[in-house]
């Protein structure tokens, strides 16, 4: 991680405006957002149209981002399937010249891609209160039909050895196990990873197999009010995790952090969303349910 890290773009706000002119023709003012291995700006042009110029991290591979880019398309190209006042997924920005994907030179001489996408309205599920059934079935409803959608999709970069792959759990647990350095947790960590390899793993092969968001925690998920008491799930962002998996990681990633500081993790689970997209992502192989 920390050589990620090391190699992430360090571009200014000034860069983002000039670079947002010279590349996609466009006059906008910059706001670096946070980020980890990468470096994301907000724009904003005159007219108030807001944009994400994303740097990449001089390690990725263009065939990663194109799938990114590709998946991103083809969720926008079904939005029959979701309510029509949702954003859903961001827009690719082509450059003055067409391109989906370029690239810019930083100061350091590395070589960084760059994209554009359009900015999604909307408040990270980790900001909102309270996470009530409504909020939670919108949740469920919304990634059903994320993969849905995504189930007539495939590109070959998405069949990579993917360290946040569920499917590669076991190997991965085994590898950096020993990093727990408190007994009792790490005791508590191999306990559970008894009942995965016992259970579950022997059930993978049996499982349907699909290109997934596989991110969808609590600061890629966004939120807007739905009537006056409610909210719903109205788009999601950061597309960099996704991978050809198992189908229902999708569900146990949302799951995970729809429980975060639950007094009842279960229940807040238990959501079910519209029967049609939440039963989608946990059959076996074969037609829906």
Known sequence: MSSIVQDAPKFTERDAIRIAKELFEIDVTARLLPSERDQNFLLTDSTG???????????????VLDFQNQAM?????????FDQTLSVAPIVCP????????????????????RLLTYLPGKPLAQVRPH??????SLGSFFGNVDRALQDFDQPAARRDFHWDLKNAGRIITDYVDLIQD???RDLVLGFFDRYQAETEP?????????????ANDYNVL???????HHKVSGVIDFG?????????????ACAYAMLDKADPLAAADQKGDRHAARFVINRRGGTR
């Open 49 to 63: 149209k807001s944009y994400v110029l994303k740097f990449a991290n001089s390690t990725e591979h263009v065939e």
């Open 73 to 81: 398309m083809h969720i926008n190209s079904k939005r029959d399937m």
């Open 95 to 114: 450059t003055g010249k067409g391109a989906e994907i370029t690239s810019i030179d930083g100061l350091d001489g590395s070589t960084h891609f760059v």
């Open 132 to 137: 009530d059934p409504h909020l939670l079935t």
């Open 183 to 185: 007994p009792e947790n």
């Open 203 to 215: 059930q993978l092969p049996d499982l349907r197999t699909s290109v997934i968001h596989n991110d």
């Open 223 to 229: 939120i807007e009010p739905d009537g006056q008491w």
């Open 241 to 253: 995790d996704m991978v050809h998996t198992q189908t229902v990681n999708e569900l146990a990633i």
